[in-house]
């Protein structure tokens, strides 16, 4: 409540004319030089936005440009199938954002002659494109007057008016989206947006903001209160949910081993132990939730009665080293084991494939280290 007084006013006048002046010049010199600012195809910043939503630039930069090679244009990605856009997605994580990317590009191919829609309204009708991604690409691609407003660019916007509290609390985060788009410069809306999310990407950092090198240093009201690191407030996180699995790894005598079919999503809201979403609806080693302590009793129940029809199977399976992972809120620790079989069992849409290469279907990163658990022991 004490801080609620300390808001500072928007600017107007010359000192938002200073304020953008400042911003874009700064954004003119520093800009990172990145694959995606070479062009202004809407497609690419499309990719390039939807990759960045939860995967740092970096991590993102190799996979972007993997996929343009093999999906250039919209048409491309319309036409391929789900499971080949989902094995060049492998390993980026949160892959609906692939599988809505695709069902997009096939609304677009179907609704708009395979051009990104130029409206705002339009844009906002495909799947997986919010309000951020639209008015992202729009004021990239076609030079259109909309602010973007993501963690980053509220993050800025927040310190510059010293705003407290939880920034995604709903009229808080309307007020930011107001403040974004107050300050917007018309005349290059989106370089404007780029060096919003710039400034926030790499001097208004989340921690330890370098307010001394930054342009708009002037015009900051939390620097002047001295209340830079403390703003924003943490958000409460989900608490974590430890889940402990145990996963087959099946072996025949030519290293070949047994993955099963992208699990289907199941009705109603997601419960924390679903092995489908845990393994990212991909192909996956057959996985359980441990009810005992080894697992080993677990997988063994799973395989013979759910799986494999009674077949019997070796009397010990071969511990393999742990694997730990992280998904969204889940901490998941994973007993891996080697059952070497002399002909693996055939089972309709199961798909066997040499442990080494699991390369030709698409995989979740769970999946990768439970094969090289596998390989390395
Ligand atoms: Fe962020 Fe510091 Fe610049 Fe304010 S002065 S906008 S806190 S980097």
Known sequence: MFYAKLV?????????????????????QFQRDLPWRRSKDPYRIWLSEIMLQQTRV?????????????????????????????????GLGYYSRARNLQKAAQQIVALHHGAFPATEVEALALPGIGKYTAAAILSIAHGQTLAVLDGNVARVLARLQAIRGDLREGKRWQELQKSAEALL???????????????????CTPKSP?????????????????????????????????????????????????????PKPKAGPEHKADVGAIVSRMWHFPTVVKARRSGARDLRDYLQESLLGGRRLPATFERLPRVRHAVTYRSITLQPFR?????????????????????????SNLTRKIARAALQS
């Open 339 to 363: 059952i070497n079989l002399k002909k693996l069992p055939q089972l309709p849409r199961a798909k066997v494939l040499p442990l080494s290469d699991l390369s030709s279907v698409p995989i």
């Open 8 to 28: 500072a006013p928007m600017l107007t006048g010359p000192a938002l004319t200073q304020f953008r002046k400042n911003l874009l010049a700064w954004f003119a």
């Open 58 to 90: 970096a991590a993102a930069t190799p996979y972007y440009e993997r996929f343009l090679e093999r999906f250039p244009d919209v048409q491309a990605l319309a036409d391929a199938p789900q499971e080949e856009v989902l094995r060049f997605w492998s």
């Open 185 to 203: 410069a018309p005349s290059a809306p989106g370089d404007w947006n780029q060096a919003m999310m710039e400034l926030g990407a790499i001097l």
């Open 210 to 262: 370098q307010c001394l090198l930054c342009p708009v240093n002037e015009f900051c009201a939390a620097r002047k209160l001295g209340l830079a690191d403390t703003i924003p407030e943490k958000r409460k996180k989900r608490a974590t949910v430890e889940l402990q699995l145990a996963a087959a790894v099946l072996l025949d005598p030519q290293g070949r081993t047994l993955l099963l079919p992208p």
